[in-house]
T-cell receptor, first 115, second 113 residues
Framework: AQTVTQSQPEMSVQEAETVTLSCTYD???????LFWYKQPPSRQMILVIR??????QNATENRFSVNFQKAAKSFSLKISDSQLGDAAMYFC????????????FGQGTILTVHP | DTGVSQNPRHKITKRGQNVTFRCDPI?????LYWYRQTLGQGPEFLTY????????KSRLLSDRFSAERPKGSFSTLEIQRTEQGDSAMYLC???????????FGPGTRLTVL
């Protein structure tokens, strides 16, 4: 069974600084997708960034980028120039290419941004 | 399109009662998922629909749980004889095709007293 592990229950960062959230996963699949989702307090979960396992290039979306280490099964999220609006619970998620797109989530990391 | 909607947003019920939740996905999305999220944890997959067909059910979905998606549009999740352990946020998500971005609804928070 696939598992996703986020070892940092909480992280904090100063506004305008950079923070990295960690995620490791376990799978025997060769075709899969990795995601970072953001869940602000009492608000809907939204996609931050997506990485296809077959792509060697790390995904980037504006201030958000990932460090995808396929051999190590590691998928970290870097947030640059942190903003107060980045404060949220962040979930790392996995989807096997052979599945129907169902997501397996990690336990989440609460990110606090200090002004 | 206003995104994925879920109703009710909150439900308080007594143990042993039946409850039903509704999810309206984004209209052109043929894939619909239900997840359960307990406080401080990541969501856990419950079940998946492609159009009106329920193609996968998690072992978390006991016999007391049933889900439908008539005509491939909205979906309902019913819990019979609720237990205190059913207290959680029930999330619905939809997507068009493939393992792409899932669009989540605001969830229904269930409290079983």
């Amino acid at each position: 069974a696939q598992t996703v592990t986020q070892s940092q229950p909480e992280m904090s960062v100063q506004e305008a600084e950079t923070v990295t959230l960690s995620c490791t996963y376990d799978t025997s699949e060769s075709d899969y997708y990795l995601f970072w989702y953001k869940q602000p307090p009492s608000r809907q979960m939204i996609l931050v960034i997506r990485q296809e396992a077959y792509k060697q290039q790390n995904a980037t979306e504006n201030r958000f980028s990932v460090n995808f280490q396929k051999a190590a099964k590691s998928f970290s999220l870097k947030i640059s120039d942190s903003q107060l609006g980045d404060a949220a619970m962040y979930f790392c998620a996995y989807s096997a290419g052979t599945s129907y797109g169902k997501l397996t989530f990690g336990q989440g990391t609460i990110l606090t941004v200090h002004p | 399109d206003t995104g994925v909607s879920q109703n009710p947003r909150h439900k308080i019920t007594k143990r042993g009662q039946n409850v039903t939740f509704r999810c309206d996905p984004i209209s052109e999305h043929n894939r619909l998922y239900w997840y359960r999220q307990t406080l401080g944890q990541g969501p856990e997959f419950l079940t998946y629909f492609q159009n009106e067909a329920q193609l996968e059910k998690s072992r978390l979905l006991s016999d007391r749980f049933s889900a439908e998606r008539p005509k491939g549009s909205f979906s309902t999740l019913e819990i019979q004889r609720t237990e205190q352990g059913d207290s959680a946020m029930y999330l619905c998500a939809s997507t068009g095709s493939g393992p792409g971005e899932q669009f989540f609804g605001p969830g229904t928070r269930l409290t079983v007293l």
